[in-house]
């Protein structure tokens, strides 16, 4: 009988502490293997990283804007002799989307996930290892959780075999002479495939997917843009008055009507290879995957600043930019001979001619082109070109339709000049870049607002003409297009003022800084609300110290981030303990706090009957030396901040996902439940309510 009973109680504590653990999340599996289990010095082989994600979750990639927020997998390798990284891990077909909690467009992984790191081997036994940190969250349950693994990986340039590290959740592969002559073949074919391996002595294929470093949406909007530029360079002082110049030209060459249509048709190819020709010198110079890393740096983001500004004030009539006068006679004395050399030489007497016009626009374009990477300034340079041809092209195949154009006047100076106003207000973008890249705090989000508002400001007073620049022609009346594109700019430029004042301004999200990237977090003129700490108007020393120790947090609230000095203040206030935890790119996380905490009940319990602590789990800043320590819980070594916090969450609550809320009294003993993501307003200020009501009561 006591054997029996002693069998149910082992039966009975397997079992709970069996759904302790299921609280452990892992909802990225991860295995790790060389794409071959045979090479020579010399070859170039992939590190393949896969990972199988739980249904409802996804797993970020890392090819996207870090200053977005949500943590990126990062690889940290560890360097020797026997390998050479060759270029960046990719990601293989990730998706993207625009996150209107991020304010931009991520990049992520559904189902399954695969990113290749190649290397070059330079010795034999290749030995390759190091980490890799990522985060996966669930738009069903609203949680987020913080991952690392590492690896650990060998080759001695015949087949391979995968073994397991029981000490580790690392992926261990290492090759091995294999005798038998099955094996032999599987490695020679390796050479020709990739090949997966498994436990145990098979292999298989593995099927090797194409990789893109931008998606195509992203080339799409490049081309839209390019094109509407092509548009606006069309509508300029140095190309308008050219197509009825070139329109005659093809006129007097042309003995027949067929001809003439060719030699028009020729003509817009030629206009759209030079530009093309363009796009693609830029890649070749800086390479397509050079110009995705160079978009980042600050000193490249600077320059284009630089470049923008340049261009903006040239187009409002400070100077122009123009070509070598020998260029263009050169180009002009081609064009005389007719035939295919005639139209070629015409469309770069166009594009030389026009310069001072178009090269500010094909300067903004191939910036912003750079600023995607990949083949986008090819993109950019054809659908520019296109637009600007495809004009050119129809009035000289269909001339009779010259006498719809509108003349040539005042108004071509007007559209360089909106042109102008746009490409200054751009540059700003790039030099925000930067600053967010430094961490200056120069332009933070009201300066850069500010800034917009009075460059569209200034080109809302022009268009009304209260404001008169260079080139202007004199206006007696205020034309109706005018007018209309006026208020259509004052109407943007007061949009915008609230965003000084902490408007979210959603049309322009892409452009300013994060709203935390600001001055005041809460706003312009907007001082943070603190929490009624004590009924006395005197304070001790302790608190006093304590108190200067709180920032400004969410929705108003003022937050520790040291769970002691929360504990330690929550008890001089005799207030109970709100522990959050929480990640600096956690998407649910903001949610909550965007959604559910500006509620007007939720928030009024959180500022007036709490004393609130943020824990960030993926705070990578370093902890003193003498505060590493090794986890008792995982066995990992604890180096950081945000794994301090992370080690803390599972040692308590077993749970490592985000977001976790936790309400203690002095004790640490948890007043209710503790729960994670919570859309219903209502039902999370009765949980709050239930927490203060059971700390009175004690």
Request: glycine fraction near 6%; include cysteine.
């Amino acid at each position: 009988m006591s054997k029996g009973i002693t069998f149910f109680a082992i039966l009975l504590l397997s079992i709970l502490n069996g759904v302790s653990n299921a609280q452990i999340l892992e909802p990225a599996k991860w295995k790790v293997q060389l794409s071959v289990n045979d090479a020579a010095v010399g070859d170039e082989i992939d590190v393949v990283f896969k990972a199988n994600i739980d249904d409802t979750w996804y797993l970020y990639s890392n090819d996207f804007d870090p200053e977005l927020g949500p943590i990126l997998i990062s690889f940290n390798f560890d360097e020797n002799n026997t390998y050479e990284r060759v270029g960046d891990v990719k990601p293989i077909n990730a998706k993207k989307k625009y996150d209107e909690v991020w304010e931009g467009e991520v990049s992520y992984f559904e189902k399954s996930a695969e990113l290749r790191q190649t290397i070059l081997i330079k010795e034999l036994p290749l030995k390759v290892s190091g980490t890799f940190d990522f985060q996966s969250c669930s738009n069903e349950t609203g949680m987020c959780v913080m991952g690392d693994d590492k690896f650990d990986l060998s080759l001695k340039g015949k087949a391979t075999t995968k073994k397991q590290n029981d000490n580790t959740s690392a992926v261990k592969v290492e090759a091995e002479q294999r005798e038998d002559e099955t094996a032999q073949k599987q490695s020679d074919s390796a050479d020709k495939k990739d090949v997966e391996i498994k436990n145990g002595n098979e292999t298989e294929p593995i099927e090797t997917q194409s990789t893109t470093e931008k998606s195509e949406r992203s080339y799409w909007m490049i081309f839209f843009l390019s094109f509407l530029g092509g548009f606006a360079a069309l509508l300029t002082p140095c190309v308008f008055p050219m197509i009825p110049m070139t329109v005659s030209f093809f006129t007097k060459q042309s003995t027949s009507k067929a001809k003439g249509i060719r030699n028009a048709i020729q003509y817009g190819i030629f206009i759209v290879l030079i530009y093309v020709v363009l796009g693609w010198v830029v890649v070749l110079l800086f390479g397509a995957d050079a110009l995705n890393a160079l978009s980042t740096n600050h000193w490249f983001n600077l320059f284009f600043f630089l470049l923008l500004v340049v261009f903006a004030i040239s187009f409002l009539g400070a100077f122009e930019i123009v070509l070598p006068a020998s260029w263009v006679n050169k180009a002009d004395s081609g064009a005389d001979k007719g035939g295919l050399i005639g139209s070629f030489f015409m469309a770069l007497t166009l594009a030389l001619v026009s310069f001072s016009c178009t090269g500010p626009i094909v300067g903004a374009l191939l910036v912003t082109a750079a600023s995607e990477g990949g083949i986008a300034p090819l993109i950019g340079m054809f659908g520019f070109s296109l637009a600007l041809a495809l004009p050119f092209a129809l009035f000289a195949a269909f001339p009779g339709y010259l006498n719809s154009l509108p003349k040539s006047g005042g108004w071509l100076n007007s559209v360089k000049v909106v042109l102008g106003f746009l490409e200054l207000a751009l540059a700003f973008k790039f030099l925000s870049n930067a600053d967010l890249v430094l961490d200056l705090g120069l332009l933070e989000r009201e300066v850069f607002i500010a800034i917009w508002i009075a460059v569209f400001g200034a080109l809302g007073f022009y268009l009304f003409g209260k404001l008169k620049l260079p080139h202007d022609s004199p206006m007696d009346h205020l034309p109706v297009s005018r007018l209309l594109l006026g208020l259509l700019v004052f109407s943007f430029t007061i949009y915008m003022i609230p965003g000084l004042w902490g408007a979210p301004l959603k049309l322009i999200s892409a452009f300013p800084p994060p709203m935390e990237y600001a001055e005041s977090p809460e706003g312009v003129g907007n001082r943070a609300r603190k929490a009624i700490s004590v009924s006395s108007t005197a304070l001790s020393d302790e608190q006093r110290i304590l108190e200067e120790k709180r920032h400004v947090g969410p929705q108003g609230l003022m937050v520790f981030h040291e769970y002691d000095d929360a504990l330690a203040y929550a008890k001089l206030v005799n207030k109970p303990l709100f522990i959050d935890f929480t990640g600096k790119a956690c998407v649910n996380c903001r949610q909550m706090e965007i959604n559910v905490w500006s509620d007007p009940a939720v928030n009024s319990l959180m500022l007036n009957d709490f004393v609130v602590v943020a824990l960030y789990v993926d705070f990578k800043k370093n902890l003193p030396k003498e505060e590493h320590y090794t986890s008792e819980t995982t066995g990992k070594k604890i180096t950081t901040i945000g794994g301090k916090w992370s080690d803390f969450q599972i040692s308590r609550y077993n749970i490592n996902s985000q977001p976790y809320y936790a309400i203690v009294d002095h004790s640490e003993e948890n007043l209710v439940e503790p729960r994670g993501y919570e859309p219903n307003k209502k039902a999370y200020a009765e949980w709050l309510q239930k927490a203060k009501e059971n700390f009175h009561k004690k």
